[in-house]
């Protein structure tokens, strides 16, 4: 599933004891695999003085490396919410900048619900980019559910607002919704993300059960750059991680779990609708040491 950045660990952390020069060598793998210099500095600082401190040999080492690296994908874990504090839909929305993955994930998400007899509306909120309200309405024919849309052009707010006002008349127990998704440099687009926010916690009267940011996994730092610029915008509640099957080396979410805080709740392992997984902090770090 993951094509991961630990296949030297093995040869390095073997014989009774490890060495400074170890250190050194896994720092290096950790930042080559997309952790990032400040997460694996930190992490490989922290390794030596467990070892130290256990009087650990290289087989333990590597079991402390495999804690640590959980208990970061662990902080602020939080599973999604699927039940509403009162009568009112599940709403989530769901950003991300273009080439993501997002509205298929989106499609993953309905046909999740869907599998669990949800009835689930989709929002075409993403109304500048064009072909965008096309493309989730061929998703929405595909799981079976209805796309709540507007004319090209029109005010993402109002569409989220007639999608929580649909789901409410037809009994639908979720909505989710596409945002635009624009580069995240571009501060209209916050501005903007930030109104439909707003829209939603009005219709709802409460705000929004999830904002997911998706992210591509193959994009190493740039995700971590748009993960920064999402969570101090609009509140993320959530990270999708996504191309996990790909070329993807794994650590840019130990990065992005670090640097932010927030919860990784998805990952996105293939094409298929399927291919949606709740995210295990402990089975990850796991995949990227059996793929070593």
């Known amino acids: ?12 952390l073997t014989g009774a004891s490890v060495s400074p020069e170890t250190y050194e060598t896994l720092e290096e793998i950790l930042v080559a695999g997309d952790v990032g210099v400040t997460t694996a500095s930190a ?8 070892v130290r401190a256990r009087g650990a040999d290289a087989a333990q080492a590597r079991e ?21 504090p009162d009568g009112a839909p599940v709403v989530y929305l769901v950003m991300g900048v273009n080439g993501t993955g997002k509205t298929t994930t989106i499609a993953k ?25 096309e493309q989730l309405e061929v998703w929405g024919q595909r799981v ?49 993300l930030k109104k439909i926010g707003r829209v939603a916690e009005r219709a709802l009267g409460r705000p929004a059960d999830e904002r997911l940011l998706v992210l591509d996994a193959t994009t190493g730092q740039n995700a971590l750059v748009q993960a ?3 969570a101090e915008a609009v ?25 932010t805080g927030l919860p990784i709740k998805l990952a996105g392992t293939g094409e298929k609708l399927d291919d949606l997984e709740d995210f295990d902090p402990r089975a990850y770090v796991e995949a990227l040491f059996e793929s070593a």
């Open 64 to 84: 402390i490396l495999q804690g640590i690296l959980a208990e970061i994908l662990s902080r602020g874990q939080a599973p999604l919410v699927t039940e509403p």
């Open 109 to 133: 998400l309905a046909h999740r619900f869907k599998s669990r007899n949800r009835r689930v509306l989709l929002a075409a909120a993403d109304t500048f980019r064009a072909a965008a309200t």
């Open 144 to 192: 079976g559910c209805d796309v709540i849309k507007h004319k090209p052009g029109a005010d993402p707010g109002a569409v989220i607002f007639d999608a929580i006002a649909a789901a409410r008349a037809r009994g639908a127990q979720m909505v989710i919704a596409d945002t635009a998704g624009r580069l995240h440099t571009q501060r209209n687009l916050m501005e903007e």
């Open 1 to 12: 599933m993951i094509r991961g950045f630990f296949r030297r660990i093995g040869q390095l």
């Open 228 to 230: 920064r610029t999402f």
């Open 43 to 50: 992490v490989i600082q922290r390794l030596e003085r467990e």
């Open 235 to 259: 509140g993320v509640t959530g990270i999708v991680i996504t191309k996990l099957d790909g070329t993807a080396k794994g650590g840019t979410v130990i990065a992005i779990a670090d640097a």
